[in-house]
Antibody, heavy 120, light 110 residues
Framework: QLQLQESGPGLAKPSETLSLKCTVS??????????WGWIRQSPGKGLEWIGT???????HYNPSLKSRVAISIDTSKSHFSLNLSSVTAADTAVYYC????????????WGQGLLVTVSS | QSALTQPPSASGSPGQSVTISCTGT?????????VSWYQQHPGKAPKFMIF???KRPSGVPDRFSGSKSGNTAFLTVSGLQTEDEADYYC??????????FGGGTKLTVL
């Protein structure tokens, strides 16, 4: 059974870079039919798609976040990562990693989520 | 890229049916048959309920069904049960290989 687990600091300072990792187990991260994505949910708000990466390295990002986002993948270690730069309080959210069909389709599997608070 | 539009709330009594709408544009819902739906209970990760507009993943009860007309997709929950009370989000593949979620609908089972 595919499992995803987010990890990283639960606190980030304003203007700094938020870095999170998602470890994949139970399935190959190199399956060409899927991409690996990040989704976030601000407290009390809805879901926001951040972007995806395919094992080939192809990335697709939410246009509203594109200038601040970088997603990378390490297939040898079966994990992928999110870097979000110049964070502000508005970036405080639960960050989920997930597996998406194709480059940007349904999220079939979700991690449990990780709350990241941006505060000085 | 604006969020898909969902009603903030919906409600129904046990045993009844309720339908939640999700309105997009000609560059997302109207352009692709790649609408999906997610159920989220408080404090939990979303659960994948519907894909490709009408298809249910293994294990999702057939009380949950999806449809689409033009730029609007619909999720219908039939035979409402108390455990169906949750937030529901739609999602769609969109132009330039992006993905977009709806704002969410809180379903209350009266």
């Amino acid at each position: 059974q595919l499992q995803l687990q987010e990890s990283g600091p639960g606190l980030a300072k304003p203007s700094e870079t938020l870095s999170l990792k998602c470890t994949v187990s139970g399935a190959s991260i190199s399956n060409s039919d899927y991409s690996w994505g990040w989704i976030r949910q601000s407290p009390g708000k809805g879901l926001e798609w951040i972007g995806t990466i395919h094992y080939s390295g192809t990335t697709h990002y939410n246009p509203s976040l594109k200038s601040r986002v970088a997603i990378s993948i390490d297939t040898s270690k079966s994990h992928f990562s999110l870097n979000l730069s110049s964070v502000t309080a508005a970036d405080t959210a639960v960050y989920y990693c997930g597996r998406q069909r194709g480059y940007a389709d349904y999220v079939g599997y979700w991690g449990q989520g990780l709350l990241v608070t941006v505060s000085s | 890229q604006s969020a898909l539009t969902q009603p903030p709330s919906a409600s129904g009594s046990p045993g009844q049916s309720v339908t939640i709408s999700c309105t997009g544009t000609s560059t997302d819902i109207g352009a692709y048959n790649y609408v999906s739906w997610y159920q989220q209970h408080p404090g939990k990760a979303p659960k994948f309920m519907i894909f490709d507009v009408t298809k249910r993943p293994s294990g999702v009860p057939d009380r949950f069904s999806g449809s689409k007309s033009g730029n609007t997709a619909f999720l219908t929950v039939s035979g409402l049960q108390t455990e169906d009370e949750a937030d529901y989000y739609c999602g769609s593949h969109a132009a330039s290989n992006t993905f977009i979620f709806g704002g969410g609908t809180k379903l209350t089972v009266l």
